[in-house]
């Protein structure tokens, strides 16, 4: 017989069906035992009789032929999403039998500290709402293929070893590359921006690599970055509105095809207006002033609490959960990034604010190669290290800009998780590659 | 005005318009000058006056201004995709200056050693022939996303730094993690194998890093790897069904969105009839012998000539360029690979090799604790350096199996490349990062 999956027995009542899956949970009854039966479309209840589940326990691989009966209306479970059906189990197949778990995995919500729930993560990563963050996380990225695609952005896999390190050395990971010394690129920068000379809208979703030397809530040393790059700009505009197109289409996706997702977690994506608005940093500051009392108009970034300030100022004033802030001082920002040309102070970058944290960066690139090198070398950022990259300035490069965030960011701040390492199936830290280095000798302490 | 699209001029013929891209060549003729513009949509002719022109050269980008007019018939270049119309210029702005080019990339095929080929990478991708590869690539990654969402694969993002290696230090890259050293993965295997436990079935698009200690023309040091897994299969060859559904998904995706391309190449898909033929490699190895008089019976692979053999046979005889050899010695495969029941000597691991060459590696895993304990013992790999693939086999692993092949290998089959380099955009090897080596000293010699 075939296998039928989960989801489908909902319409095969009277039927007799193959189902396959994990044992995640057990409830005796005497004469009768109710097995919950996961597998990747759900989970339906399975009943039978003592001696069908012998020695069953909690995630037990098991093969179910029996048969599915409609569950009388006051029985159903609206937790279970086939629960208007139940399997009566005629044959039960153990297929691959469970060692004894160190925690119930079948709470609706698994209550574990966040060690235990990463040195379990082949076990946590088996229960629905757990699962849930990666289905989302799934449709973010798929939406951002989608959305760039859909523009004529050709996509491009980055390369992850670079040959050296042109902005500084801080939090990069070296590489030992045969007789040389390489490292992990921290973004796909320079190669997108390069590309935009040959494709002119390029994206590409790769993992990168920062060796953040502090343990927060909200960084891990490897992420997936989801980076565009577009040429032939007219304006700085146009790369914010091209970020704006994308955020606000991952945003849609989410909210179509993860509705059981959201409502797990109680969320529902950011409120935005048809425009997102907009305003200079300096001109953040002056309503954080105003509204606050606290004076940060000269400082030369928006504090954390300034951020959640001007992302409360959005949110009452434009009913916008999402804010552009743009023209950061040119000289705390990448030697790359554009000088507005009315105020050369300032600059043309730009971040995407949400709920009081920053969602993306982006902004308008120097494209013209003798003012590119000149930066480079003010930024002490030494040429012959970007060789690559200046090649394609130096050959006639348009105008461009694009924009780049991470998906276990906005995965985290779209289902406001409290650590950016629930939103990662394998986060890399300070303390972890898999398992805890500290306490772990598989990997080997210099 | 906006910005028109060089394929867009077709359907604009009598109108004005403004057209932004590179100068590709120009030809001067007295009184009247003939500039090819490239976009990232085509070429089209654009005819000036000298003094419209002045001081412009290859790779210049310009922003033209002009009449889109019909040519007459004789006149139409086959080769320029717009060869219908042409533009007669009104004004033209130069917007970024290219410096003198260091060869002709005007030629319809870039003759140029690879070395230089690479060295002037950010110019080489400009060359219509050399992007057309990047668009096959593009192509068939892209399929291959497609291929498994439709039959309900997961896609996740694969750490590239792992804890440690498991089968061996050879051919691996070490990383400085924090105070502690880490390396980066050859291949996802273990995390696409460890998530069917939680997804069922899983696909991810990765870098992925293999220090070859050898320069060869079919290796580099970072690839894309293109892997897929499924849990719940009934036997190895429905692991094989799905490797052959998704390679012909991809081949016939190539087909229908790259004619253009294959033209270029002059080439065509590989011929594959309805089913994909099959044999055990003693059964290859027997068919070689018969064949040839060459006696390989006891080897315990297939050699480079032989590989070529099978696939002349299965041209000859099954009129497929494509073929599955299966059931290679269980010791020299590793340790998770399925022996096979009936012959425990040979495993139930797959290849599938083409045109002589070998294209998608796959196989039946091991999904029973205990007996994946032992075999990692026998293979010596220690499992507290495989804690975390380990425990999702600890707690019920359904019988599984996946497939495994590299973007830029398929790449360079399905054009008939040389080189692998010429399918990777930044190839990296152990004379190169972008740079040479050797003679770049942004790379620190040890």
Redesign the interface.
């Known amino acids: 017989m075939n ?1 039928t999956l989960i989801s489908e027995t909902i319409s095969k009542v009277g039927q007799e069906v193959l189902l ?1 899956g ?2 995640n949970t057990r409830r005796d009854h005497g004469q009768i035992v109710f097995i919950d039966l996961r ?2 479309t759900g989970i339906v209840q399975i009943v039978a009789s003592p001696g069908l589940v012998a020695g069953l326990h909690s ?3 098991i093969y179910v032929t029996g048969l599915v009966k409609a569950r009388p209306e006051k029985l159903v479970n609206l937790k279970l999403a086939t629960g208007t059906v139940e399997i009566d189990a005629q044959k039960i197949e153990l ?5 004894k ?1 160190p925690f119930d995995l079948g709470q609706e919500t698994l209550q574990l500290e966040l060690p235990t729930l990463l040195d ?4 946590t ?2 229960h629905p709402k757990v ?1 849930a963050i ?2 989302v996380q ?1 449709v973010i ?2 939406a951002f ?1 989608r959305a760039l ?1 859909a523009k ?1 952005f ?11 390190i042109p902005e500084g050395g801080a939090e990069v ?10 490292y ?1 690129a921290q973004s796909p920068q320079l ?1 997108k921006s ?2 935009v ?5 390029v994206f590409s ?3 990168v ?1 920062r ?1 953040e ?1 502090s343990v927060t809530t909200s960084h891990i ?2 992420f ?1 970055s989801l980076d565009a790059e577009m040429g ?1 700009i007219d304006s700085w505009e146009e790369v914010k509105d091209m970020a704006e197109y994308a955020i606000k289409f991952i945003l849609d996706e989410v909210q179509k095809n993860c509705v059981k997702e959201l409502a797990l977690f109680d969320v529902t994506i950011p409120v935005v207006p048809a425009k997102i608005p907009h305003l200079k940093m300096r001109e953040a500051q002056q309503i954080i002033f105003e509204r606050t009392g606290r004076d940060c108009r000269h400082e030369k970034d928006l504090a954390p609490d300034d951020e959640r300030e001007i992302c409360k100022w959005a949110t009452e004033k434009h009913h916008s959960e999402l804010v552009f802030i743009s023209h950061y001082p040119t000289k705390f920002r990448p030697f790359y990034t554009y000088p507005d040309d009315a105020d050369p102070e300032y600059n043309q970058g730009f971040d995407l604010l949400g709920r009081g944290r920053e969602w993306l960066t982006g902004g308008r690139r120097i ?3 003798q003012i590119l090198l000149q930066h480079a070398r003010e930024w002490k950022v ?1 040429p ?2 970007i ?3 200046l ?2 300035f ?6 461009l800009g694009g924009f780049a965030f991470g ?1 276990e960011r906005i995965t985290m701040f779209v289902l406001g998780l409290s650590n950016i390492r629930e939103a990662s ?2 986060p ?1 830290d ?1 303390e972890r ?3 805890r ?1 500290r306490s ?7």
């Open positions: 296998r396959k994990w044992v597998d990747r995630e037990d691989v297929v691959s039998k469970a060692t778990l379990n993560r082949a076990l990563l088996r699962q990666f289905r799934e990225i798929d293929h695609k004529d050709m996509e491009f896999q980055a390369p992850s070893i670079i040959p050296s990971f070296e590489v030992k590359y045969f007789e040389h010394k390489a992990l190669y390069l590309l000379s040959a494709f002119e809208r979703v790769n993992q690599f060796a030397p040393a490897e997936t032939f494209h013209d190669y030494n012959a290290k060789k690559t990259y090649q394609a130096e050959y006639g490069m348009p105008p998906a199936m394998f890399r300070m590659v898999d398992v280095l772990n000798n598989s990997v080997t302490k210099k």
